[in-house]
């Protein structure tokens, strides 16, 4: 009897210990949603455009292998194609975007290349909401790989590169953010968020090396946060602290140098249903140039009509330098869009832009450009777009190392093809 009960016993207890594991685990995660329901929609675009610069730099620092100018202008013919991913829950609200693109030059054959891209968001706002009543958390991911300053429609320059564009050299960005907010009562709530940047190019430039035209790989960290108080439901005011940590190394190879940005802003917004505006004013501390400056910026988005959206931006702020010298650098920037629906199918749209960027230790080395573009869109179907496109772009750069100006044109055509669900939504009750 002794006999049978310790066989038992030693039964019984990996099963407890299973169970006690199986509880705690359990405990440990967030509660599975009862309600899910993921969409995946295959997408696709094919460009046609006319490039006056398809070597984005003047035709006097332009040179082949065999040391022979080639011809700066250009047709090319991009064909974009992925997948997108809608996933919500009672808990989880995501979106992600997977693509690839290929791009052929009708004269320049040897610019042929790949891209690839990944965007991604997360919401966690409805999880965290049922821990701490208020609370909000969010996940971004941005993935690119190309020689070019934009991917399928887009015409806007990311955060991460803030002006710098010129010379063809392909590159690697990612940038990954965290971003929150935490409730301390009814009115005050302590925001913050981390950021991770990362741009890598590769070691040859396109067209030839030039003596100054020197590119730089990228790390950046940085950490934000600060406390905003609810004036009203439409008015609440922030203080804010930002740092970010900068690592950089030629991309030729070299030594590794390191350069810090600490700005401390207060914060204004005020928000309605038919408008936006946000202030931020402060100053930026940079190391170690051991050099102070004031920075800020100022947004407005606003809705005249029904129909016109139209978004204004101010900014001077320090930013990650990766062109022609390393370390930091005073941006000045302005950038206007407007998009209006003409009626339910057709919409034309237009932004326009100028940024100044000043490099330290000498702020008389100048970075300039100046921006625009122009697009009519039209609803072929619910799932398929067509639209004409223009955009302009004017470089000046007057450094120590290199002076130069070039301006390039692009104008063409885009299909785009938004495709049906693949199958039935998958849903849970």
Same mark, same amino acid.
């Not at 995946?40 to 003047?58: A, H, L």
């Given at each position: 009897?002794t006999?049978?009960w310790?066989?038992?016993r030693?039964?019984i207890?990996?099963l407890f210990?299973f169970?006690?594991?199986?509880v705690?685990?359990?405990g440990?995660l967030p509660?599975?949603?009862?309600?899910a329901?993921?969409?995946?929609?295959?997408?696709?675009?094919?460009r046609?455009?006319y490039d006056?610069n398809?070597w984005r730099?003047p035709?006097d620092?332009l040179?082949?292998?065999?040391?022979?100018v080639?011809?700066?202008h250009?047709?090319?013919?991009?064909?974009n194609?992925?997948?997108?991913?809608?996933?919500?829950s009672?808990?989880i609200?995501?979106?992600?975007?997977v693509g690839?693109n290929?791009?052929?030059?009708?004269t320049n054959?040897?610019?042929?290349?790949?891209?690839?891209i990944?965007?991604?968001?997360v919401?966690l706002?409805?999880w965290?909401d049922?821990y701490?009543?208020?609370?909000r958390l969010n996940v971004?991911e941005?993935?690119?790989?190309s020689?070019e300053?934009s991917?399928?429609r887009s015409?806007?320059?990311?955060d991460?590169?803030g002006?710098?564009l010129?010379?063809r050299r392909?590159?690697?960005l990612?940038?990954t953010a965290f971003?929150?907010?935490y409730p301390l009562?009814?009115?005050v709530?302590?925001?913050?968020g981390y950021i991770f940047?990362l741009? &890598?190019q590769t070691r040859?430039?396109? #067209? !030839?090396?030039?003596?100054?035209?020197t *590119?730089? +790989? %990228?790390?950046?960290?940085?950490w934000s946060?600060g406390?905003?108080?609810?004036l009203t439901?439409?008015d609440s005011?922030?203080?804010?602290?930002r740092?970010?940590f900068?690592?950089?190394e030629?991309?030729?190879?070299?030594?590794?140098f390191?350069t810090?940005?600490i700005?401390?802003?207060?914060?204004y917004?005020k928000?309605?249903?038919?408008?936006t505006f946000?202030?931020r004013?402060g100053?930026?501390?940079?190391e170690?140039?051991?050099?102070?400056?004031?920075?800020?910026?100022i947004?407005?988005?606003?809705?005249?009509?029904?129909?016109?959206?139209l978004d204004?931006?101010?900014?001077?702020?320090a930013r990650p330098?990766?062109?022609?010298?390393g370390?930091?650098?005073?941006?000045n920037s302005v950038?206007?869009t407007?998009?209006?629906r003409?009626?339910? &199918?057709l919409?034309v749209s237009?932004s #326009? !832009?100028y940024s100044?960027?000043?490099f *330290?230790p +000498? %702020?008389?080395?100048k970075?300039?450009?100046?921006?625009g573009?122009s697009?009519l869109?039209?609803m072929?179907?619910?799932?398929i777009?067509?639209?004409?496109f223009y955009?302009f772009t004017?470089i000046?750069?007057d450094?120590?190392?290199?002076?130069?100006?070039?301006s390039r044109h692009?104008?063409?055509?885009?299909?785009s093809?938004m495709?049906?669900?693949?199958?039935?939504s998958?849903g849970?009750?």
């Amino acid at each position: 009897m002794t006999l049978l009960w310790r066989c038992r016993r030693l039964k019984i207890r990996p099963l407890f210990r299973f169970a006690v594991a199986a509880v705690l685990i359990g405990g440990a995660l967030p509660s599975v949603s009862v309600f899910a329901e993921t969409k995946i929609i295959p997408w696709g675009e094919v460009r046609e455009r006319y490039d006056s610069n398809v070597w984005r730099r003047p035709k006097d620092l332009l040179r082949d292998a065999q040391g022979n100018v080639p011809q700066l202008h250009d047709f090319v013919t991009t064909v974009n194609g992925g997948l997108a991913l809608r996933h919500e829950s009672r808990d989880i609200e995501a979106d992600l975007s997977v693509g690839g693109n290929y791009n052929k030059y009708v004269t320049n054959t040897g610019l042929d290349f790949f891209g690839a891209i990944v965007r991604g968001t997360v919401g966690l706002d409805r999880w965290v909401d049922q821990y701490v009543r208020g609370a909000r958390l969010n996940v971004t991911e941005n993935f690119t790989y190309s020689p070019e300053q934009s991917f399928g429609r887009s015409v806007a320059v990311d955060d991460f590169e803030g002006g710098l564009l010129t010379f063809r050299r392909s590159r690697l960005l990612n940038t990954t953010a965290f971003n929150g907010s935490y409730p301390l009562s009814r009115d005050v709530s302590l925001e913050g968020g981390y950021i991770f940047g990362l741009r &890598r190019q590769t070691r040859s430039t396109e #067209g !030839g090396d030039v003596t100054g035209a020197t *590119f730089f +790989n %990228t790390m950046t960290h940085t950490w934000s946060g600060g406390p905003r108080y609810q004036l009203t439901r439409n008015d609440s005011i922030a203080a804010l602290y930002r740092q970010t940590f900068i690592t950089q190394e030629r991309s030729e190879g070299g030594r590794t140098f390191s350069t810090n940005l600490i700005t401390l802003e207060g914060d204004y917004t005020k928000v309605f249903p038919e408008w936006t505006f946000t202030v931020r004013g402060g100053v930026t501390f940079i190391e170690p140039v051991g050099r102070t400056l004031p920075s800020g910026s100022i947004r407005v988005t606003t809705k005249p009509e029904r129909d016109t959206v139209l978004d204004l931006t101010l900014a001077r702020e320090a930013r990650p330098s990766f062109f022609l010298q390393g370390g930091a650098r005073i941006n000045n920037s302005v950038r206007a869009t407007i998009r209006h629906r003409i009626y339910e &199918r057709l919409s034309v749209s237009g932004s #326009g !832009g100028y940024s100044l960027s000043q490099f *330290f230790p +000498n %702020t008389d080395s100048k970075f300039q450009s100046i921006t625009g573009a122009s697009r009519l869109e039209y609803m072929l179907t619910r799932n398929i777009r067509g639209e004409l496109f223009y955009r302009f772009t004017h470089i000046d750069a007057d450094t120590t190392a290199l002076e130069y100006q070039v301006s390039r044109h692009e104008v063409g055509f885009m299909l785009s093809v938004m495709l049906e669900s693949l199958g039935e939504s998958l849903g849970f009750d």
